[in-house]
């Protein structure tokens, strides 16, 4: 929200729940509330989340996703450290409670292929966790979505690049990908400021710096992630060993699965 603000004051037009419909040779439908308006533009950047309409324009789609749900809560005392949990409760992912001053996020991310229910799973957790004393388990605000996990896909073609989740670029681990999508936000912007005065051709820079900069650590997470969650499906004491092999911090001694 903030950098939209910021945007905007800086120039930029901004059109508050509309959705892009249609993308034809530089010209893009847009469904606005007063109705539709097309917009002809050089350089289009996808920027529109793990379900991008941009990336479908240009047959590049994330497809491997596991589902995050999560609730602002009152936090009971000060808490220094982020906690992760694991849990049969939220398969293929886990459990996380982020400290704030007073509040705290807490949320779980699973892989709907094993049919858990994310409400479900969530607010088993939450209860788990106000039993504890850490929260008090009524949501002041409640959040979800889609996290992909599947690695970065095909970034450019014709005259659209993708940025953030769009492009796939989310930790198939941890689903952290904030820092990834305003790094790739920056380096896309400048790149389209490239390709206006040096022609498309210099997009292609974006594409490299892309790899580069993610290319080789999201795949080789991926591969971690696969590696991971098949020691889940095996029995406790393989994923218990599985975690401590992948997992991209240090954990305490003992799970609880």
Known sequence: RGLAAAAAAAGAFLYAGARAVQHVHNLTRVHTDSGYIEIRSTITIGADGPRSIAGSWMGSSNNNFVLGAQWTVKLNSRLRKTRIYFDRHFPGGYGWLF???GFARVGIGLDRSFGVNASEALKYFVDRLAVEGL???EPQSITGGLIPVGG???VFRDDIILAGDAAGLCHPISGAGIAMALDSGRLAGL???????AGKSALNRYVKQIDTLYGRSLSGAVRRRQEMYAGERDGAADFNAAIRRVWIGLIPAS???
């Open 255 to 257: 799970v609880r699965i």
């Open 99 to 101: 400290p704030g001053v």
């Open 152 to 154: 970065t896909v095909t």
């Open 191 to 197: 790149a389209a400021a490239a390709a206006l005065r």
């Open 135 to 137: 929260i008090n388990a």
